[in-house]
Structure formats: C-alpha cells, structure tokens
C-alpha cells in the first residue's frame, strides 16, 4: 500500500496494544520503502544510539568504540552508525553464537563475554583501551568501561540491564548492581581527562526540537541506503511469553517486534 502518510512515532511505554494515541509533534513520515517492521524498530533504537555516539560521543575518524550488548536493538544500530565514520574500530560484546552475525555487519572485534573477560580481550589488541564506550550493564561494568576509556575518553551510561537476568528482575541482582554501581566525583575527574554521560531517552519526551532534528539526520542515512533496522523475528501478541523468551534466552539478533495480528494473506505470501 501507499505509506505516504505513514508516520514513525517515538513513544516508551503502553505499546503492547492495538490502539495507541500518540501527540502529533512526537510523529514523523515514514520514509518510501520502510516497512511497519522497520518503523516499529526505527526511532527508539537509533535515537538512542545515535545521540550516545555523535552528541554526547563526539566520534570521529580512526578512533574505536566497546559496545556491549552489539547484536541487540541498540547494539545493532550503533554498530551501523560507527559504519558512516571512516575508519572506526568496534569491539562488540555478544554470545558466541552472535560473532559471525557481528563480523558481516562490521564489528571488527566481536568478544564472547560469557567465556572471556572482554576488559583483557580489549587491552589485548588496544592496549590504551577505547575512546568511547556505550555502557547498558550498569553495577561494576560502568567501572570496567571507565577504565577502559584512554585520554579524552567518553563512558555513555544508558540502562541497568545487570538487574534483569533469567526469567525475573532478580533482587539479589539489583541490590549487587546498586552496590557496585561506579561513582567519582568531579576531582578525580578532572584527574583522568575522561568524560562520564548519562543517557535516558524516556526523560526526552518534551524535547520534540531536539528529537526531530535527530530523525531527520536518521532518515536522511536511511535514504542512503546506511542505515537499516535489523529485524530479529515477529512475533503476534499471542504470542508475547515466546517473544520475550527470544530476548531472554539472548537469542535475538536485532530487534524482536510485536504485531497485533499477522493477517492470513501476507503470512502466506511470505511463505511462498
């Protein structure tokens, strides 16, 4: 169909409907030939990954980026982004699994996290460490990452992810990753010559300026072909428990995507 007044929007929380309202000035058009898949995995994503790299990251040419979780949402898209500068090194963390998947789309330096200790594979091929490190984990790994940063240096912080693991948010988790959360103050700063940043996209919502300026510049790579949301699976609502299960389990590549129903035309076609 014609998706010429199709809009991408940018909401965070009562999504898993079929019905949502959301306000005009948080809504973009969809750009010719994007998918409602790739609409739904567009603007969270890539916002995110975007603003930690260029805004708050500041990266340029021949300088190199740890990112965790690379084969993720956030991962996979900040993975594409570090691809529009020349030259810029990515060690990307993931299951082993993921590593040949991480290869293809550029990660130069893929780390089994499970099996190895990703601070030392790091200092083995870079010795200084990186120039920018996009941190998710939270609890002792923000100290890793800070570490980790050489001269100039900038940790992006952006979630707790340390707190969810297996089936439950697990409190002995969330109290070890409050007990280990990394803290220094402005002296000891001033000291190493790193910057420390954190990132929430959800404390944005007011910032439509800032956002839509952000978009625009993601639909203009977009049209170039530098950019495309990668697509783990789709699942339908029904089917929510086994979706969540995919990000649970670590499966996914990309993103996993609800869809209210998948209509019985389109599911055979794409059988076929």
Known sequence: GNKGGTSLWLFWSGLWQEVVNVPANQTWLMPEGMSFEEGAAFP????????????FGNLRPNQSVLIHMAAGGVGTAAVQLCKTVENV?????ASASKHDALR????????????MDYVEEVRKISPKGVDIVM???GGSDTSKAFHLLKPMGKL?????????????KNLMA??????NQFSINALQLLHHNKAVCGYDLGNMDEEYELLGGVITKLINLYNQGKIKPKIDSVWPFEQVADAMRQMQEKKNVGKVILVPEVPKEESKKEEN
């Open 44 to 55: 969270v994503n890539y916002i995110t990954a975007y603003m930690i790299l260029f805004d």
């Open 89 to 93: 090194t990515i060690f990307g963390t």
């Open 104 to 115: 293809e789309s550029g990660v130069a330096h893929p780390i089994d996290y499970r099996t």
């Open 135 to 137: 941190d998710p984990l």
């Open 156 to 168: 992006i912080t952006y979630g707790v992810s340390n707190v969810i693991t297996g089936q439950k």
């Open 174 to 179: 969330m109290a070890k990753t409050w007990w």
